[in-house]
């Protein structure tokens, strides 16, 4: 069975700073997805970051890229410049290939960026 | 377009009382999906849908939970008879193909 592990429950940074969130996940499978979810206080969940598990290069979209290492089954999140809209719960998500649509989530991690 | 829309957005029941929660899904999105969220834990799967026929149920308590999705649009989840343990968040969540899920802002469920 696939886990999930988030080992940092909560987290602070100043704005305009850097922030690495850590994840680490195990399956036996060679094919799947890693995502990084996004839930606001009292907002609903949005999707940050995909990264295919057969793609060698790391996912980026603009202040958001992530480290993921296959062979040390990590997939970290790191935040540059982080603003106080990014205060949110940050969930770390595995998807098998051959099961599609059934995300398995971390516990995850409580974010907070200080102005 | 118009995201995930979930109803009602707050409950508050007592334990052997039932309850049903609304989804309605982002027009053509196929895939529906229920998930339950326990305070500080991350969101459980409980049901797959894909139009109206059940992909995945493996997780749902089928003893009291249950789901339909008619006309493969709108979708109700239900428990029946209701535990403290159910006190949780109800998300809905919608997908065109099966990879990227679009979340509704889910139903807080409070069973005392």
């Known amino acids: 069975a696939q886990t999930v592990t988030q080992s940092q429950p909560e987290m602070s940074v100043q704005e305009a700073e850097t922030v690495t969130l850590s994840c680490t996940y195990d399956?036996?499978?060679?094919?799947?997805?890693l995502f990084w979810y996004k839930q606001p206080p009292s907002r609903q969940m949005i999707l940050v970051i995909r990264?295919?598990?057969?793609?060698?290069q790391n996912a980026t979209e603009n202040r958001f890229s992530v480290n993921f290492q296959k062979a040390a089954k990590s997939f970290s999140l790191k935040i540059s410049d982080s603003q106080l809209g990014d205060t949110a719960m940050y969930f770390c998500a595995f998807m098998n290939v051959l099961y599609t649509g059934k995300l398995i989530f971390g516990q995850g991690t409580t974010l907070q960026v200080k102005p | 377009e118009a995201g995930v829309a979930q109803s009602p957005r707050y409950k508050i029941i007592e334990k052997r009382q039932s309850v049903a929660f609304w989804c309605n899904p982002i027009s053509g999105h196929a895939t529906l999906y229920w998930y339950q969220q326990i305070l500080g834990q991350g969101p459980k799967l409980l049901i797959q849908f894909q139009n109206n026929g059940v992909v995945d149920d493996s997780q749902l308590p089928k003893d009291r939970f249950s789901a339909e999705r008619l006309k493969g649009v709108d979708s109700t989840l239900k428990i029946q008879p209701a535990k403290l343990e159910d006190s949780a968040v109800y998300l809905c969540?919608?997908?065109?193909?099966?990879?990227?899920?679009?979340f509704g802002p889910g139903t807080r469920l409070t069973v005392t």
């Open positions: 399956t036996s499978e060679n094919n799947y997805y």
């Open positions: 990264q295919e598990a057969y793609k060698q």
């Open positions: 969540a919608s997908s065109l193909g099966q990879i990227e899920q679009y």
